[in-house]
């Protein structure tokens, strides 16, 4: 059984950066991935980027793809995600998400946490 929590997110101007962390809890993380998944104000949640958890395999979808990382702590149990250039179509809640497989809406996930919120505006 994990538990994430999620933590790093708050409010920031166009352009700015934030990075956001995922600690994982209650025992070896044994899922195949570690993922992000957001959802904005009135819109369906959707994925950001996925690392594999043992070869670190990175994948971004096309919202972030070019301006954020993500990256993972494997003896610590933390995943990151760093997104640059920021904007207000980035505003939204953040949840960290952890399971073997997941499609682009998060189903499949089986671990999430309880999500960060991100506000981008002047």
């Known amino acids: 059984q994990v538990q994430l929590v999620e933590s790093g997110g708050g409010s920031v101007q166009p352009g700015g950066s934030l990075r956001l962390s995922c600690q994982a809890s209650?025992?070896?993380?044994?899922?195949?991935?570690m993922a992000w998944y957001r959802q904005a104000p009135d819109k369906e949640r959707e994925r950001v980027a996925t690392?594999?958890?043992?070869?670190?395999?990175?994948f971004y979808d096309d919202s972030v793809k070019g301006r954020s990382t993500i990256s993972r702590d494997n003896a610590n149990n933390i995943g990151y995600l760093e997104m640059n250039n920021l904007t207000p179509a980035d505003t939204a809640v953040y949840y960290c998400?952890?399971?073997?497989?997941?499609?682009?809406?998060?189903?499949?996930?089986?671990?999430w946490g309880k999500g960060t919120l991100v506000t981008v505006s002047a």
């Open positions: 998400a952890a399971g073997d497989y997941g499609d682009f809406r998060g189903a499949g996930m089986r671990y």
């Open positions: 690392i594999s958890w043992t070869a670190g395999t990175k």
């Open positions: 209650g025992g070896t993380f044994d899922s195949a991935v």
